[in-house]
């Protein structure tokens, strides 16, 4: 018999955080009660047969792997049971960031016009040139995602992604499977829940770019990685896109930089020739191992494939952007509803240099705030892909702290007002043992062309910093009763 422990102290609601502050004012008894009422009963049905034995936690890790789901025989989903969010929560947070997006977007449009607001992104000169670059369509991303940590009932969008994201393929495989699983049949008998598919999305995304360049030919498909040195099979989440794009009629291939030709205004890989380029290698990654004659940036400058997402969205990728929106000399004249955005979901945020700056309507000394109120302050690289490290003030000692603010000033950094991760309680499954834990949560949404499609829950073990248990949840949406 497996046993069920629970790990933590978790008072009865705290795994309803998913709340926005409105929701609890106006709507608190719907809300607590269907979140609470949900996991609850996930966790009652783990406790009684037929799930007490274990053999459905096999079961799902067996069907993970089927799916390509566990590479190196680590699942991908590493709890059992999924995240759920309500209908309402998924539509604000929907609306939230969409109004975001639009802001971004406005900030992508006045740096490619403003030498000096480009030069507040911290980007090598080669980055600017490829971002300069015009990728033959008007969107800002095809594909991308908010990192939201959700906490106390107000959530935060903390970082976005838009160098083809991951978790879009990963999360709608688990949502197949876990929905159709005994658990969540079980639930299903008394909660009306909801998957979402972002897939679809993504290729019809996809299409549009490349029909917004003009071309109306049935495209080819190249999903471009890197691989590890004396590592020569294909990612794979790489596996299941191309899978996918096959099964919709698309002839992919998953090829890596060293393998592009182009010749006569056609990229190729071999006899197979390139129409759209998938893109799952960042710019500052690129440049360190090719220059900017290499046959894919030929390709691209010259209009010869559809990219997508286009280096243009390394914009995106820098952490500086947040610190442009939450700038008021940037955003005045924005629309209200995304200044009301910003103001309510991004945190504040400042490249790190000397010099003065605003901080709530003051002006201070950047660096001498930040030295003075570490316990507020995070300091994070401005590249996502840079092997810089992030540093937390409430960790730190006051000279870890100055020392760690020393090397930012030397390096592309941002610093960030700390924003707490949300946490809630989930089952898991380790050396033969079912134990409830508390799990980090990030719900990511998935924004296509602009528009949220779906949502992935990123989690990692919140009792634990070297724990193995992290990865993806699926994420269902729990219809109300009404």
């Known amino acids: 018999m497996f046993g069920l422990r629970v790990i933590g102290e978790w008072a009865p609601f705290r795994f309803s955080f998913l709340i926005w502050d409105t929701e609890i004012r106006n709507h608190p008894s719907e809300t607590m009660t269907l979140l609470d009422e949900v996991v609850a009963r996930s966790h009652k049905l783990l406790e009684s047969p037929p799930f007490q034995d274990g053999a459905w936690a096999h079961s799902i890790q067996q069907t993970m792997a089927a799916h390509n789901l566990a590479p190196g025989g680590r699942p991908v989903c590493p709890v059992l049971r999924p995240h759920f969010v309500t209908r309402r929560q998924y539509e604000n947070l929907a609306k939230a960031a969409e109004s975001l997006y639009s802001a971004i977007d406005r900030i992508r449009q006045l740096a490619l016009t403003t030498p000096t607001v480009m030069a507040r992104f911290e980007m090598l000169p080669a980055e600017k040139m490829l971002a300069n670059i015009d990728p033959g369509y008007p969107y800002l991303a095809v594909t991308s995602l908010l990192d939201t940590a959700l906490h106390n009932g107000t959530f935060r969008f903390v970082e976005c992604s838009a160098d083809a994201p991951p978790g879009v393929m990963y999360a709608d495989r688990l949502a197949d499977i876990f929905y159709d699983s005994a658990l969540v049949k079980e639930l299903r008998k008394k909660f ?14 996809m299409l549009a770019a490349y029909k917004a360049t003009g071309r109306r030919n049935t495209p080819h498909i190249a999903i471009v990685e890197t691989r590890p040195p004396f590592k020569n099979s294909q990612s794979p989440e790489a596996m299941l896109l191309s899978e996918f794009f096959r099964q919709s009629g698309y002839a992919t291939e998953v090829v890596t930089p060293e393998q592009l030709e182009y010749r006569n205004g056609v990229l190729t890989r071999g006899d197979f020739t390139i129409d759209i380029v998938y893109r799952r290698v960042s710019a500052q990654e690129f440049l360190v191992r090719f220059d900017l004659t290499h046959p894919l940036v030929r390709a691209y400058r010259e209009g010869a494939i559809c990219m997508v997402n286009s280096f243009r969205t390394e914009l995106v990728q820098k952490k500086a952007i947040f610190g442009l929106l939450t700038d008021e000399t940037i955003t005045a004249g924005f629309p209200p509803a995304e200044r009301k955005a910003i103001k309510e979901h991004i ?11 605003t901080y709530q309507n003051q002006t201070v000394d950047l660096l001498d705030f930040v030295s003075q109120h570490r316990d507020r302050l995070v300091l994070k690289p401005n590249d996502p892909s840079s092997d810089l490290h992030s540093y937390t003030g409430s960790e730190l000692n006051a000279a870890a702290w100055d020392r760690a603010l020393k090397m930012a000033v030397r390096n592309p950094y941002v610093v960030q007002e700390k924003v707490d991760p949300a946490q809630a309680p989930f089952p898991v499954m380790q050396f033969g043992r079912m134990d409830i834990r508390p799990m980090r949560v990030e719900v990511h949404p998935h924004i296509f062309l602009g528009k949220v499609e779906g949502c992935s829950s990123e989690i990692s073990d919140a009792s634990s910093t070297f724990s193995t248990l992290s990865g993806l949840a699926p994420t269902l949406i729990l219809e109300s009763n009404s």
């Open 347 to 357: 945190p504040w945020t400042r490249v790190v240099k000397t010099g003065k700056t």
């Open 192 to 205: 009306k829940l909801t998957k979402t598919n972002s897939r679809k999305k993504l290729l019809s995304g």
